[in-house]
Structures are given as C-alpha cells and as structure tokens.
Nanobody, 120 residues
C-alpha cells in the first residue's frame, strides 16, 4: 500500500514562508503525477500545484508567483516552497499522487494532511 506523509506545516505570519515536504513509501518514478491540494474550512478541496514525472508543473492562479513545487527523485519526495503567505492560504494541505495500474486503471493516493495557518 502506497503511503504519502506530509510535513512542514505550521503557524506563520502573513508574508512568511513555509516549505512542505511529502515522503512517498515507494519510488516516485511510479507515479504519473504528484502534487498538493488544500482544503480550507467550509470549502472544497482544491488543487494548488502538481508536477508530472517529466517535471512539468501546473499551478493554481492563487499559487502562481508565490509557490514552487519540486521533486527529488533520489529521495522519493515532493516539496512545495510557499512564499509571501496570506491568511487565505490557511488550510489543510494534502500530498497527492496518481498512477496507472496495468497501464489503464487510474489510482489516487493521498496523505493525511498537514495544517498551514497564516495569522498575525
């Protein structure tokens, strides 16, 4: 069973930075895409950023210019550097990965989440 474990969340002031990490229990080469979603209280879970196995990235408009997703294939980890954080970035952040089993069956994996709180 694939496991994803996030770390790096916490409480920071507006304008501050955090670096989220996601450790996978198997080689991340096996995943088609990895990324970060977030869910704020009372809101739906939304995509923040994702990175493909080839390294191409996609960002939500709210993350562009402030967040950077990256991967370390040797360590089987994905990171997200978040700068200039705003109160509206407050949410639980989830690491995500997907793969095609047998080349045709898509399967998603999720971490348990890490809380990010932006407040003065």
């Amino acid at each position: 069973q694939v496991q994803l474990v996030e770390s790096g969340g916490g409480l920071v002031q507006p304008g501050g930075s955090l670096r989220l990490s996601c450790a996978a229990s198997e080689s991340i080469f096996s995943f088609t895409t990895m990324g970060w979603y977030r869910q704020a209280p009372g809101k739906q879970r939304e995509l923040v950023a994702k990175i493909s196995s080839s390294g191409s990235t996609i960002y939500a408009d709210s993350a562009k210019g402030r967040f950077t997703i990256s991967r370390d294939n040797a360590k089987d980890m994905v990171f997200m550097q978040m700068n200039n954080l705003k109160p509206e970035d407050t949410a639980v952040y989830y690491c995500y990965a997907d793969k095609l089993v047998g080349g045709v069956i898509p399967i998603d994996y999720w971490g348990p989440g890490t809380q990010v709180t932006i407040s003065s």
